[in-house]
């Protein structure tokens, strides 16, 4: 046979399959209702009739059934002819049918979908299945899911969330959707969940229909678009947030209707639940989230000096015991970061970077202010203007602040963030946890430049009564003062800002620990004690070298007066020998002074050069006081 031969006879076969398929169709339909709403009245078809009067008796939702299942028949023939059309679109005859075959569907669809209302009205389960393998055989699953919206879902959701009514209800409580979700999953369980349950039956074919997303979900959408639009908004953060967490519950509770994980997969990738999800702003919300906590540290620290609080903030009934409104700011706005009302876990990664932020901000404002203090910068609007007016009882407010807020930034509140991020995996968790311990140890780095703060306030508090050091040198110049044998009175006086009650112990307790006072009282104290050194040696000196020039002035004058020279010393003593006697009984006193602050003197350095300065010759191997 030629090849001419075989195609004729492929085309002869093609257009007789497809003619005898399109005679099937066109026989069914005739068969079908000819007035829409015989579907609601009951009324039968000829078919029906002919039953009927054959002796079988049938109710209405045999009809019903009766239909859908010749329905079911014509949506599967109409399958298979436009199976064959798409295999012979450019065959010539094709064209002198597809009036036929259109006219055919659209009264199919029309018909189908008067079915398929019926079956929803009345609930008839088997016309329900029927109508809906007919729709899937045609696939055409976007017909049903639509006319289940309209039918069954819109008048319901319409009752929960009237339509236009945005503008009568302004305000928080008028957009608030967490009532009108639990008025939908009533509704859903009662008059929707029939269909849902006879859509996922296992082995029914039906798994291509999702009426969750494209009936119920939509509806819910379009309601809320037009009547609650505000509920959107993230104007109002705090309504915001209790919508948008309503709404993800609200979807959970959709997805536990899939009959499997793959079912809840396919759920979240249809185009109406992404657009869902779009409608919620997040980047919007934590922005400002972001200015309402970060501004509010940002207000505290712009203060110009530390402000004391007397009312610490409590946890679960326990006091923070932090002692200043900055630091009490930055732990209320640490803690607002994973709070309930505020956090979105979708967000947590930008929670915790604000969350070092802010620690890095109250770092670097305490640091940069005690650096400015340091080196006298602190004019006015250079923004360091609080570390210019404190005083050393401040900073120890600041010493014991920053180990309260180290303490529970490392201790429970990153086991409180790791808790709320526990779903994550076990790496993220770690880097969360590695970070926040950085931002702790930030704060405990803080300490010694508070304490650094604290000794060069005492010591340039100390230091001023060291002008009486060079006083005592003029006078013994001036003057023929006997040996001294009692100290100076100035003294007393050199250690006395240690001695204040802002380093007592008890007092301050818990603002301060012991170790962080001794720390405190020997760094003030070698200071002191070498500028004491300093001040000592340089007049000592001085006076030796003066000394020492007298002499040879006095010397030369009785050489060329004649006198007779000798080498036998004067035995009185000098102005020089009684200074350093006086001030080698000062710093005897000094030393004991120290000793009643519990710092040893010979264990600084600048002292014991102190006392080998002015010690007499047979006294200064040996520091005794």
């Known amino acids: 046979m030629s090849v001419s031969c075989r195609v004729k006879r492929c085309y002869i076969l093609e257009a007789c399959r497809i003619g005898i398929h399109n005679e099937r169709v066109e026989k069914l339909i005739k068969e079908l209702p000819s007035v829409p709403g015989d579907w609601s009245n009951g009324d039968v078809n000829s078919t029906e009739k002919n039953a009927t009067s054959n002796g079988s008796t049938e109710n209405g939702t045999s009809v019903r059934e009766t239909q859908s299942m010749l329905l079911e028949r014509i949506a599967s023939e109409m399958n298979r002819l436009k199976f064959y059309i798409a295999h012979a679109q450019n065959l010539p005859f094709i064209q002198n049918m597809e009036k036929r075959i259109q006219s055919a569907s659209l009264l199919l669809d029309a018909s189908l979908g008067h079915c398929f209302v019926d079956g929803l009205e009345h609930r008839d389960e088997n016309a329900i299945y029927n109508c809906l393998r007919a729709y899937a055989a045609v696939d055409n699953t976007s017909s049903a899911e639509e006319i289940f919206r309209m039918t069954i879902v819109a008048p319901l959701i319409q009752k929960i969330i009237p339509r236009g009514l945005s503008g009568e209800v302004a305000g928080a409580s008028g957009d608030g959707l967490e009532n009108d979700y639990q008025e939908i999953k009533k509704c859903i369980e009662k008059d929707c969940q029939f269909l849902l349950e006879i859509s996922s039956a296992e082995n029914s074919g039906l798994h291509v229909f999702d009426f969750l997303a494209n009936s119920i979900l939509k509806e819910v959408l379009s309601a809320i678009k037009k009547g609650k639009p505000g509920a959107f908004s993230p104007g109002r953060p705090t309504e915001f947030l209790i919508n948008y967490k309503s709404s993800l519950d609200f979807l959970g509770h959709l997805e536990g209707y899939c009959p499997s994980r793959s079912a809840v997969t396919k759920f979240r990738a249809e185009a109406i639940c992404i657009e869902f999800m779009k409608q919620w702003n997040v980047g919007v919300y934590f922005s400002l989230r972001f200015q309402e906590i970060a501004g509010a540290l940002d207000s505290a620290l712009a203060a110009t000096n530390l402000i004391p609080v007397h009312n610490s903030p409590s946890v679960n009934g326990k006091s923070q015991d932090l002692t200043l409104k900055q630091s009490t700011i930055l732990l209320e706005s640490l803690r607002s970061c994973w709070r309930e009302d505020v956090l979105i876990l979708s967000c947590s990664d930008k929670f915790l970077r604000l969350t070092l932020q802010l620690l890095s901000r109250f770092s670097n404002w305490l640091s940069s202010g005690l650096a400015a203090r340091k080196t006298g910068n602190t004019a006015s609007n250079s923004g360091y203007e609080w570390a210019a007016s404190a005083v050393p009882n401040d900073f120890l407010y600041i010493i014991h602040d920053i180990n309260c807020l180290a303490t529970e930034v490392c201790g429970d509140y990153l086991e409180h963030v790791l808790q709320l991020l526990s779903s994550f995996s076990a790496d993220v968790l770690d880097l969360v946890k590695q970070s ?160 009643t602050l519990g710092v040893e003197a010979k264990e600084i350095p600048a002292y014991r050069s102190l006392w080998q300065c002015v010690a007499p010759t047979d006294r200064q191997n040996v520091i005794d006081l």
């Open 436 to 595: 926040i311990l950085q931002g702790g140890k930030s704060l405990n780095d803080l300490t010694p430049l508070a304490i650094n703060a604290i000794t060069d306030a005492l010591v340039d508090e100390a230091v001023k009564g060291l002008k009486d050091v060079k006083a005592i040198a003029t006078t013994f110049r001036m003057t023929n003062k006997p040996i001294p044998s009692r100290h100076s009175l100035y003294v007393s006086g050199l250690l006395s800002p240690l001695k204040k009650d802002f380093l007592d112990t008890e007092k301050h307790n818990p603002y301060l620990t012991k170790e962080t006072i001794k720390e405190l009282r020997h760094g003030a104290a070698t200071e002191i004690t070498g500028r004491y050194y300093d001040m000592v040696v340089e007049i000592v000196s001085v006076a030796r070298k003066t000394e020492s020039s007298l002499q040879r002035l006095k010397k030369g004058a009785q050489r060329r007066a004649g006198g007779v020279s000798s080498d036998v010393s004067d035995p009185t003593v000098s102005d020089t020998d009684k200074l350093c006697m006086q001030y080698f009984l000062d710093i005897q006193e000094y030393g004991r002074n120290l000793s």
